[in-house]
Structure formats: C-alpha cells, structure tokens
C-alpha cells in the first residue's frame, strides 16, 4: 500500500473553473499535510500546509483536511492557464519522523 | 545568488565514475535535505540534515553519500551508480526541520549509463 496515493491525473477544467485535487493517506498518525505545485522542469514549490481538521484558505487556494477519513484536498478557485502544472501532495508522520509524497496530479487548466 | 542552488544542473556519468553534487542555501536556514524523482514515482526523502547532522537516512544504498560541513553547504557524493539510479536529484532547506518553510533546489539532472 502506497503512504501517499493520488490521482495521477490529467485533470483538465477551463479557465475561471474551480479545480478539485485529492489526496489520500494510509498512516493514522500523520500530522502534517502539504501541497506542493510542480510546473514542468522546475522544482517543486510549496503553496499551501494544514494540520487541523477542516478547512485553510489562502488566496484563491483551499486545502481541506479530514483525518477521520485520512483524506485531504485542494481547491484553486478561478483556475488560471498559470496554475497549469503538477499538484504534490505530501504528509509527515511522527512514525519514524517520515515525510511522504504522492506521485502528482497533472493539472491543465484550458483557456 | 539568493534561495537554493544546486551545481552541476546536468551530469552524465558512468557507472565506474566517482562525482559529486553541490548544494548551497542562501537562506540562513538550519536544515537541508536530498530527494530524488524519479519518472513515475513519488518524491522520495533519502537524507536530512539539521544543524550538520544527520537526523535521517531513509535506507539509501552506500552509493550515495552524503556531506554536511555547514548548514549553508551540502553535497552528495556518487561512486559506482546504477543506471536506475539516473533520476533529478533535489536539494531543499527549511528553518529547523519546519516542513511548512522547506524551499527546493532547481535539481541536478543525472544520468548514469
């Protein structure tokens, strides 16, 4: 079983849409949630983190947390060309102090 | 230069050859870190450092290994690679293990054949 499973995607919505990026975990014990947005050859940047049930804003970025179901999700409000890229999802867990990522979600946002 | 750089951006090497990668944070943080990615696989962790030690090796191979002699420096040196090793190795600093100020590294693409 992966740590960190997501869909790889490509999920494709046009521009002013709301694109909707989910995650899942297997570790009960993780208390860190991060994504990271990833454009083609570039590194990976981080946008938005969350560590309590529910949910976090910034901007035109949601991310959501439920723990009781070890799910958490990003939302990109207004979806730009510019938010075109791969979403990482990634989780810290105490067990053994792991940092985990997902293998990423493709995201094109289509003028 | 500012945030994280990593030198060389590409290497080519053979299986037999010994290298090194470099990475340098202009941050002031206390903490780096190597992952590689791989095509079609998760991010994976394979060192961490804080305050020049080693806090974490995530079952690497004795290939890889890494040095720390500053919390702005940090290399990773290579010798007898695989070719499943060839991957884009990242390097990425944060303030005291916060995983919620980690920056990245532009990555240093590496292919053994």
């Known amino acids: 079983q992966k740590e960190v499973e997501q869909n790889s995607g490509p999920l494709s919505v046009p521009e002013g849409a709301i694109a909707s990026l989910n995650c899942t975990y297997s570790d009960r014990g993780s208390q860190s949630f991060f994504w990271y947005r990833q454009y083609s050859g570039k590194s990976p940047e981080l946008i938005m983190f969350i560590y309590s049930n529910g949910d976090k804003e910034d901007g035109r970025f949601t991310a959501q947390l439920n723990k009781a179901s070890q799910y958490v999700s990003l939302l990109i409000r207004d979806s730009q060309p510019s938010d075109s890229a791969t979403y990482l999802c990634?989780?810290?867990?105490?067990?053994?102090?792991?940092?985990?990522f997902g293998t990423g979600t493709s995201l094109t946002v289509i003028p | 230069e500012t945030g994280v750089t990593q030198t060389p951006r590409h290497l080519v090497m053979g299986m037999t050859n010994k290298k090194s990668l470099k990475c340098e944070q202009h941050?002031?943080?206390?903490?780096m870190y190597w992952y590689k990615q791989s095509a079609k696989k998760p991010l994976e962790l394979m060192f961490v450092y804080s305050l020049e030690e080693r806090v974490e090796n995530n079952s690497v191979p004795s290939r890889f290994s890494p040095e720390c002699p500053n919390s702005s420096h940090l290399f990773l040196h290579l010798h007898t690679l695989q070719p499943e090793d060839s991957a884009l190795y990242l390097c990425?600093?944060?303030?005291?293990?916060?995983?919620?100020?980690?920056?990245f590294g532009p990555g240093t693409r590496l292919t053994v054949l």
């Open positions: 990634a989780v810290f867990t105490n067990t053994g102090n792991q940092f985990y």
């Open positions: 990425a600093s944060s303030q005291e293990l916060a995983w919620d100020t980690q920056y």
């Open positions: 941050l002031g943080h206390n903490a």
